[in-house]
Nanobody
Framework: QVQLVESGGGLVQPGGSLRLSCTASGGIFGIHVMGWYRQAPGKQRDLVASISTGGTTNYADSVKGRFTISRDNAKNTAYLQMNSLKPEDTAVYYC???????????WGQGTQVTVSS
């Protein structure tokens, strides 16, 4: 069973930056895609960004140019660098992982990101 452990959330002022990390353990050989979703109160959970083992990335339009996803395959860790944060980025961010065609399958526990002055 795959476990995903996230870190790096917190409170930041508008225009600030945060970096989220997600480390996978367990049955990691079947993980090809890692990514981040977010869910604000009263809203659905939406994809923020994803990255494949080969480095192919995908971003939501709302974060393009501000967020960067990266991955260290040797450490089984994915990162989400978030710059120029806006209040509308406030949400619980969930790390996710899965194989090709079955992403997302696994979920982290979620980490709160709050952007407020």
């Amino acid at each position: 069973q795959v476990q995903l452990v996230e870190s790096g959330g917190g409170l930041v002022q508008p225009g600030g930056s945060l970096r989220l990390s997600c480390t996978a353990s367990g049955g990691i050989f079947g993980i090809h895609v890692m990514g981040w979703y977010r869910q604000a109160p009263g809203k659905q959970r939406d994809l923020v960004a994803s990255i494949s083992t080969g480095g192919t990335t995908n971003y939501a339009d709302s974060v393009k140019g501000r967020f960067t996803i990266s991955r260290d395959n040797a450490k089984n860790t994915a990162y989400l660098q978030m710059n120029s944060l806006k209040p509308e980025d406030t949400a619980v961010y969930y790390c996710s992982a899965g194989s090709y065609g079955r992403f997302p399958t696994y979920w982290g526990q979620g980490t709160q990101v709050t952007v407020s002055s």
